[in-house]
């Protein structure tokens, strides 16, 4: 027997690997004196994956080296497929696994069958807070113990044989990354996307950091420290996402929405119904002079804003935390307070009153804590009528010349007097008065205020901004960027050359996540974010895979990003991703005994529900893995135990990608693993046939018989869920319990079918075929089998001529014949 040998040099590699009468280490090889009885043994299994794996791996990065070398002359068409990068926690989880394991199959498929240039690139979001904690907690530098988690990960996803494209691989923590997170924080600035202003924020003391909304619970606690959230006033840079919200609903209709259907419905959700603006309310305290904050307020008429009389807070208003012993007086929900502040209304650069109302409440899911009031137009009526408060607390009504003159301004247009506030016209002309003031104006819903960047962390993207005593904040100008993690607190200021301090705090890593997708493809260049036209060339993702908890707000955030570089020119169209493949978890059987203690899996009886040690009863649920409730698995010891095409099939038969899958090893592995037996069993009784044996005869294929017209039937059915799961619905477990049902019924055929039948030949070839992209090594070895015979009979040749190619390995077939044939022939 020939060992195949082979070279890094990648044409020779090919050559010696796929030649098959060279390298005949095929089924056989195993021994003969266990075949034809031969069983597939779990041993057996893993000696063909250490045959398979190091060419395997060989091969892709051949591959990804040839298709990189010809990044600019290739015209195949494109296909950029990219699984959410990890962050790097120390290791790898089943949900990790499960996700990639979808993205490598897809990968394979685009690559191998299809025959596109496919990219699959992998990095690693490094920057954030569990990292901070971590290395504070082990007396580390964070950047030394994510460096570390990094090498651990990666060293991990090269064991599990994933086809990534390593050599565009980056950490968002690299100095040549967020050198260009900064440029886009500054082109955000220079578009007047960037904003400072006061705002009260919650604030988890133990963490010391602030926390978006979402990440405080309903009683009030942090997410991860548990800490109960204060209220504090910083100053904190926002980007006013709010100028984008018609342009990010209206991106949803240009989705593929196969499977954007159900994200879509959740970001259009997230949006919320567009009904009105937000305007910003400068504050001035009694003495006239500015205070350092401000109230956004929500408006559906902001037609109407000229005629505003005060502006209503409720008891959730931030602003109250200023006035503490106002408020405490107010204790009872009935006494309304004028507070001894002032607002200037934009439109009028009037000022108005600012009452506190405590029984002023809105609708839980808004982010709206005050409102104007215009009682002209009544605006907001469903509270106490308007009239009434503005008399009871002496407010000043705005002058009747204001109002009756027109909406806004009656010099501008001189359209809009006489119209209805709420009408349409009345509506739109406002946005685009506000608009012109620098006031907002952008159609937004009341669910969403701008985004929160700033961070008080010290391992994040450095802000790239010098404060000046003279000019303000200024943003660092390109040439000197990156701004590092370590620069020097004080740096001259680049308008006027006075030192100047730097921002000390760090970007949200949801900024740093918001464009890696672009990075990918252009991941050494250091003159630019991402060069035009290779963005041109791949953009968008064609298919972006990850967990389903990310399906709002980072996909929200990296939309944003999409739709703001699309507008000055960097990406070629607004939408990034083209279908989203959101993914369930994997979750473990969580075995609990009565007394609340936990016990592992394997010491408990399912179908009794009993704890074999100790015979008490256990309740049975399912949860996320985690430690504490032994009820995880360590995906490499999965892969070393089952194997890694093995662990592969049990990821992706019997549940959609969608939903949550319970790793129930016993249950899944059994039907994977009796699958594989009877597959090789298909290979092995060929052989039994004896190539000089084989007599291709087409009139055993007689249509009139109803065994042939259920072969034939059942094969077209199981082409077309296959390619169904690989192209668009990526439902794998349909793909598979079609691909079993073909298995059976192939192994149910005759002696004469086995020895004649080309039908029943050409669907076994098929039925391994698609099975290469799940199960790359295991179906390799099984094409090898079949090479080993078909290849050397005359007739199968020619038979097969022009359709398979058995002097290829199955990962290297040539697509379009192959394709074609599946195609034409079901
Ligand atoms: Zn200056």
Redesign the pocket.
Known sequence: MRTPAFCRECLQFRHLLFNSRQSRRCLLSLGDKHWPQSELTQKTRLSIESAWSDRLAALDAAVVARQNSNDSSDNKEKFYILCMFPYPSGRLHMGHLRVYTLGDVVTRYQRFIVGRQVLHPMGWDAFGLPAENAARDRGLPAEAWTRDNIDAMRQQLKDMRLAFDWSREFATCDPEYYRWTQWLFIQLHKSGLCYRRKAYVNWDPVDKTVLADEQVDADGRSWRSGALVEQRPLTQWFVRVSAYYESLLAGLNTVRSDQWREVAKMQRGWLGKLDGTWVQFVLLGLDGKPLDEDLQVFTRQPASLRAVSHLEVSQSSCLIARFPELVSDANSTSSDILLPVRAVNPVTMATVSVVYRPSLTFPLEEATECRAVAPEFDVGAAASPADNMVDRLGISRPSPTLTSAGLFRADVGGGLAGLPADSVEAFDSALVELRRLGAGGHRCSALRRDWLVSRQRRWGTPIPV?H?????P?TVPQEDLPVRLDAEPIAP??????P?ERDRETLDTFVDSSWYYLRFLDARNDKKLCDADKAKKMMPVDLYIGGMEHAVRHLYYARFISHFLHRIGVTPQPEPFDQFLPVGLVLGRTCQLADGRYVPPDEVDFDKSIHLPSGRAVTVTQDKMSKSKLNGVEPGDVLRRLSIDTTRLCLLASTAPQSDRVWDEAGILSGVVNWQKRLWRLVTDLHAVGAEQQRLDPTVDNPDNADVARLVSDRRKTVAAALRAYESTYAFSVAIARMQSLTSLLLSASPEQRRASPLWLESMCLLVYLLSPMAPMFSSELWLGLSAQLGSSADTKKLFDGKFRFDRGVVEQLPDEALAFARLNN
């Open positions: 010098l000046c005593g003279q000019c303000g200024v200021c680049p308008k006027c050359g006075q100047a």
